[in-house]
């Protein structure tokens, strides 16, 4: 991790270039942060700021707009990215793992990667909807949730909170399952119910207390590690639903047994559509949803390796960088 000078981009057709306000460090970039086969480029994926510089052709943003950034990129021309799924196609690419990230003062995209920031949202709201939050928001909408079903979230890191403050919206009672107790006590400022912490106590013993013996109806694991999934498996109700967001497990224990007899019906979910953005928002906004309250800490970019450094050993809530004026 290192601050590297580069000169200021210029916008070409179709692109702008956006003086950058507010960026996420998300989970994902530790990947690229410990060592790895990846080339270096400029970090960061989840971001927002002000239109600086529009180029030929674009004429729907103007200079002083205030954007949020969309992060997977595609062919544009597939059927997939024309309906706006960017991260299915099959030449996707994704900022800071195949091009340049939005860690930097300025930031060079495509006009259709820019998505209009409300005036109700801040920009460190607008970053995180980017990737975390609108990869819940998206999660979350597939789940068929409602107040009537019992529901547990797996991993309150910053993906799971943001689940947690849209699943709210629906009614539901969550318990929330993580391994750290500070991780644990923040959710309950997000609307957790009861929480499991799984270091210490026997999540699937205390998940069949808290439903009656029945499991849970609906579950969402927003953690990468195998054993939550493989428990989230064993906490299912019977015709429950479960949702896979958490990336990164590399074995699976899941008891897939388990699975078919209880009749689970499986949801993967990964970031979010392009175009569900606009209803995205209004969501937010009509529910008031600000992201921001999970924000912990805001670092400069010069601070970068201390922000890195202390976010990969576990740090609560959501860690930002800003830009000052
Ligand atoms: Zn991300
Ligand atoms: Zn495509």
């Known amino acids: 991790m290192e601050i590297r000078e580069y000169p200021d981009p210029e916008a070409g057709p179709g692109q702008v270039v956006v003086k950058m306000k507010a960026a996420g460090i998300c989970g994902s970039d530790l990947q690229i942060y410990t060592p790895s086969e990846t080339p270096p480029f400029i970090a ?58 939005c860690d930097s003062d300025y930031f060079l995209t495509d006009a259709k990667f820019c998505m209009k920031l409300p005036d109700e949202l801040t920009f460190q709201d607008g970053a ?46 969550p318990i929330v399952v993580d391994m750290l107790e500070d991780r644990l006590e923040f959710a309950m400022k997000f ?27 609906r579950i969402m694991i927003a953690s990468g590690a195998h054993q939550a999934q493989a428990t989230a498996v064993q906490c299912i109700a019977a015709n429950g639903r479960i949702g896979f967001v958490g990336m990164g497990a590399t074995e699976n224990s899941m008891d897939m047994n388990h699975f078919i007899r209880r009749q689970v019906t499986a949801v ?32 400069k970019l010069e601070e970068a390796e201390e922000a890195y450094h202390l976010f990969s050993a576990g740090a609560n809530g959501k860690f930002m960088f800003g830009w000052d004026g």
């Open 128 to 173: 995180i909807i980017g990737c975390a939050g609108g990869t819940a928001y998206s999660a979350v909408k597939k789940m068929a949730l409602s107040g009537r079903n019992s529901f547990v979230l797996f991993g309150a890191g910053p993906v799971g909170l943001s689940i947690l403050m849209v699943a709210k919206i629906y009614g539901v009672k």
């Open 44 to 101: 960061g994926h989840e971001g927002a700021g002000i239109v600086h510089e529009v180029g030929e052709g674009v004429f729907d943003l103007n200079v002083g707009d205030l954007v949020s950034i969309y992060h997977h990129h595609g062919c544009g021309k597939c059927s997939l990215c024309q309906r706006g799924l960017y991260m299915q196609c099959t030449e996707r690419y994704g900022l800071n793992w195949h091009t340049n990230g």
């Open 268 to 299: 993967g979910s990964y970031v979010f559509p392009r175009l569900d953005y606009p209803e995205m928002v209004e969501f937010f906004v009509d529910n008031d949803i600000h992201y921001s309250d999970m924000v912990t800490r805001t670092f």
């Open 191 to 217: 609307g957790a119910d009861q929480l499991i912490n799984a270091s210490q106590t026997d999540t699937l013993e205390a998940v069949m207390e808290l439903t009656n013996g029945r499991g849970a109806e």
